[in-house]
């Protein structure tokens, strides 16, 4: 069976024989938003709004919560104040994940601390790290259970939770326990730069 296609037209634009997977993704990228695009496929009368279809319905809603669980996950500034970020506290057991977020962070200029179980990070701990990159699923244990141990050490401690097994749940507990940022699996270089960047009292003061 043939992939649907579709006429697009967004403002004095019109794209002819989009297929269903690029209508698609333009929806989960933000592209095509609702009320900002209307569109033409065989079998309809005239144009429709791409929120009208029923086979594009979806998408909106996984967008829709897509964009909640980011707006959730934000943190606003002044929950935590910026400070000047050093050394950074890797606890993750991927080595390859290791390995790549190391590289990315040195080629920055920061000083990168790696552990790879619960027991490694609460002994690296003493090596005084500004910001702490924590996994959650690790051999020895839930990564949770850490973050009494690391707030102990310094309440000033930065915690962002890399996971792929984060729940609203467990955010929530994070949360409470003095996390300030999480970010998913897998992630970029970007998103990783942008994230300290947001909490580095050197990007505010190269901004004044």
Request: proline letters at 4%; one cysteine or more.
């Amino acid at each position: 069976m043939s992939e649907t296609k579709y006429d697009v037209k967004r403002g004095a634009d019109v794209y002819k024989m989009i297929f269903h997977s690029r209508v698609r993704s333009w929806i989960l990228k933000g592209v095509i938003k609702r009320g900002e695009a209307i569109v033409w496929r065989s079998g309809l009368s005239g144009w429709r709004k791409p929120e009208e279809l029923e086979e594009l319905k979806p998408y909106f809603r996984q967008k829709d919560k897509e964009d909640l669980k980011r707006k959730k996950q934000e943190i606003k500034p002044s929950s935590f104040p910026k400070k000047r970020i050093k050394n950074i506290l890797i606890i993750e057991d991927e080595e390859d994940l290791c390995w790549l977020l190391s590289n990315t962070l040195k080629d920055k200029g920061y000083n990168v601390i790696i552990a790879n179980t619960i027991s490694e990070g609460a002994a690296r701990l003493k090596e005084s790290p500004d910001l702490v990159f924590l996994d959650l699923k690790l051999p020895d244990g839930d990564g949770m259970d850490i973050l009494p141990k690391i707030k102990e050490i310094s309440s000033e401690i930065l915690i962002t939770i890399i996971s792929a097994y984060g729940s609203e749940e467990r955010m929530e507990e994070a949360r409470a326990k003095g996390v300030c940022s999480f970010i998913d699996k897998p992630f970029t270089e970007e998103s990783i730069l942008g994230l300290i960047s947001r909490f580095s009292k050197e990007s505010r003061d190269s901004e004044q």
